[in-house]
């Protein structure tokens, strides 16, 4: 099982709204990701959990707010978005982070309004 | 700081053409380097990696791509290139001080003509 899932695949929200982006992985990884890719840009990193410690935030507005509630799973909670945050939400995980192999989802297609 | 460059945002070759993505790393170490396919609506996919070793490194798909160190290279080819192999490609380098991030280049769209 060589699978990273997220749901839901696509969300529209108000600016007002709160919701939540999930991600599982079944792969035994030890550090899951969170990446933000706009249209025809490379993903650009959020936040890396590393056996479900945040290791790195990349210096994301607090709007935006990760969870780890156990290995194979890893939350994005959204609160007070803009509509510039619209963009394609991809998780990752990884086994071996030295040698970069990460495992994508397909992806959280985020509109807000 | 590592880096990738990505020469070329877009390229377009015939079905059957030679396929030659270009990227170009700025790394004070010996970089791992890596290059990420992704499809329309999907996630990225792993198509091959340099870290150690042989620097001609065959991925998936048919693809390789040779690891040069005297051009600070990290060129992806395809002899010969089908109408599926149309997609975002991704050149990427492991940051050697954080191990945990990929940074990416901008990527090329490989477009391919019948």
């Known amino acids: 099982d060589t699978e990273v899932t997220q749901t839901p695949k696509h969300l529209v929200m108000g600016m007002t709204n709160k919701k939540s982006l999930k991600c599982e992985q079944h792969m035994g990884h030890r550090a899951m990701y969170w990446y933000k890719q706009k249209a025809k840009k490379p993903p650009e990193l959020m936040f890396v959990y590393s056996y479900e410690k945040l290791s790195i935030n990349e210096s994301v507005p607090s709007r935006f707010s990760p969870e780890c509630p156990n290995s194979s799973l890893l939350n994005l909670h959204l609160h007070a978005l803009q509509p510039e945050d619209s963009a394609l939400y991809l998780c990752?995980?990884?086994?071996?982070?030295?040698?970069?192999?990460?495992?994508f989802g397909e992806g959280s297609r985020l509109t807000v309004l | 700081a590592q880096s990738v460059t990505q020469l070329g945002s877009h390229v377009s070759v015939s079905e059957g053409a030679l396929v030659l993505l270009r990227c170009n790393y700025s790394s004070s170490v010996p970089p791992y380097l890596f290059w990420y396919v992704q499809y329309p609506n999907q996630g990225l996919q792993l198509l091959l990696k340099?870290?150690?070793?042989?620097?001609l490194v065959k991925g998936i798909n048919g693809f390789e791509a040779e690891f040069k160190k005297s051009e600070t290279s990290f060129h992806l080819t395809k002899p010969s290139a089908h109408m599926s192999d149309a997609a975002e490609y991704f050149c990427a380098v492991s940051d050697h001080y954080n191990t945990d991030k990929l940074i990416f280049g901008t990527g090329t769209r490989l477009q391919v003509f019948p």
């Open positions: 990752a995980s990884t086994q071996r982070t030295w040698q970069g192999e990460l495992f």
């Open positions: 340099y870290t150690t070793g042989a620097t």
